[in-house]
């Protein structure tokens, strides 16, 4: 079975020709992931957030197996409705890799039950990604750390809950550190937020990064889709012996 990825940006730094996600990205910073993952022989749709329901419609929604989410300046304009959409599909198998700057999303913080709160600095400092879990999934083909020569910086304390999962941790040049590849799981769904992705800076274009994101699709691919249902359980499937009154 094929995975279908929708890949969801804002996609409105992009569209702002004095910024430098204008060049960096000219036809948006989901065109890098989205190519990728094509390349990889993934069935992906781009969405974004001016579309009509932020271009998740039930359909798509239904459609997707993998959704990735990158966005900053207008996560207060993404409908209550829709992400109440997401979170559900979430819970009932789709995979979730939210992209840096998406810690702040409506969703993310809603899936998490925290602030998704950090420290932060845009200096062009250097990152290191470090693998902590070289067996996971997620790090498969990566070497003992990824380098970007010039990234924003997250610092901790990062409000999360303790992952399941901790695949990356990342160094910063001015001293802070981040858990950068962070797994949750949540009802059947599973969630990887990956930390890089400044729209200020190429990061998109790494293949480190990509081989990642690609990786964490994969991970996060749902084996079936479904809600968990409500039961009331008359008949058990072993007979319960009526205990023996006290009186006896
Ligand atoms: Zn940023």
């Not at 569209?15 to 992906?44: C, F, M, W």
């Not at 695949?167 to 949750?184: K, L, M, N, P």
Request: glycine residues 8%; proline residues 5%; negative net charge.
């Amino acid at each position: 079975m094929t995975i279908r990825v929708t890949v969801w940006n804002e996609f409105r730094h992009e569209k702002d020709a004095s910024h430098a996600a204008s060049t960096i990205y000219p036809n948006g910073l989901h065109e890098p992931i989205a190519s990728h993952l094509r390349q990889q022989g993934l069935e992906v749709r781009i969405a974004t957030l001016d579309e009509p329901e932020h271009g998740l419609t039930d359909e798509v929604l239904a459609n997707t197996d993998v959704m990735t989410w990158w966005g900053h300046m207008a996560h207060a304009e993404v409908s209550d409705a829709v992400v109440e959409k997401v979170q559900q599909r979430v819970l009932e198998g789709m995979g979730l890799i939210v992209l840096h700057s998406g810690h702040h999303s409506k969703l993310f913080k809603r899936l998490m039950g925290t602030t998704g709160n950090l420290k932060w600095r845009e200096a062009d400092e250097r990152e290191r990604i470090w693998i902590v879990e070289p067996g996971h999934p997620i790090a498969e083909g990566l070497g003992e750390y990824i380098t970007l020569e010039a990234e924003e910086m997250y610092g901790e304390r990062f409000d999360i809950p303790a992952p399941d999962e901790l695949v990356f941790v990342s160094w910063f040049q001015g001293g802070e550190i981040f858990r950068s590849g962070c797994c949750w799981y949540r009802g059947r769904g599973r969630i990887f937020y990956f930390r890089p992705g400044h729209e200020s800076y190429p990061t998109y274009h790494n293949q480190d990064v990509l081989k990642v994101i690609y990786n964490a699709v994969r991970w996060a691919a749902p084996h079936t889709i479904a809600a968990t249902p409500v039961v009331n359980v008359k008949v058990p499937l072993e007979t319960i012996t009526p205990k023996e009154s006290a009186a006896d």
